[in-house]
């Protein structure tokens, strides 16, 4: 029962953690060439947004203890493992240039002079991260999968 609702939890936030990243990644080819008043006022949405950190956190631990509950249990241990390790390193790409970027504009309120490539070094670090973010949501798809052909397996012995 623990092992379900650990599951269940891992792939909510997961699910939830696409929701940003998706939005930066495909948004990023309408937004990287606006000139910077427009640039700096579309970026004025994402005020607030950083109570997804949560999420990303809440993903990790699940995933985490997912992993744990899952050890030695071939693939799924492996997926598993996998998808803590995307979402630590989503968290990674994040704090080494994302957040910089943030700081360096705060928060894309101020102008500096090398605004345009911390807006590359923004944009492109959410991309990355987007992507990351959607291979550990499907290393949890593959936990599930294989979770349920090993149930079958156990339920005709």
């Known amino acids: 029962m623990l092992l379900r609702a650990i599951q269940f939890l891992a792939l909510?936030?997961?699910?939830?953690?696409?929701?940003?990243?998706?939005?930066h990644l495909f948004a990023l080819p309408n937004k990287i060439g606006l000139p910077e008043a427009e640039y700096?006022?579309?970026?004025?949405?994402?005020?607030?947004?950083?109570?997804?950190?949560?999420?990303?956190?809440g993903?990790?631990?699940?995933?985490?203890?997912?992993?744990?509950?899952?050890?030695?249990r071939g693939a799924a241990f492996a997926l598993a493992l996998f998808a803590a390790f995307a979402e630590l390193v989503s968290l990674g790409i994040f704090f080494a240039w994302t957040f910089p970027a943030n700081r360096a504009t705060a928060n894309w309120?101020?102008?500096?002079?090398?605004?345009?490539a911390l807006r590359r070094q923004w944009e492109f670090s959410h991309a990355a991260a987007a992507v990351v973010t959607f291979l550990g949501f499907c290393a949890l798809v593959g936990v599930a999968l294989a979770e349920q052909g090993r149930e079958r397996r156990l339920a005709s012995s």
Do not use: D, H, K, M
């Open 40 to 57: 700096f006022l579309v970026q004025g949405i994402y005020r607030g947004w950083a109570l997804f950190g949560i999420i990303l956190f």
């Open 59 to 72: 993903a990790l631990a699940a995933n985490i203890a997912l992993a744990i509950l899952l050890r030695g």
């Open 109 to 116: 309120t101020s102008v500096p002079e090398n605004w345009e």
């Open 12 to 23: 909510v936030l997961a699910a939830l953690a696409l929701v940003p990243a998706g939005a």
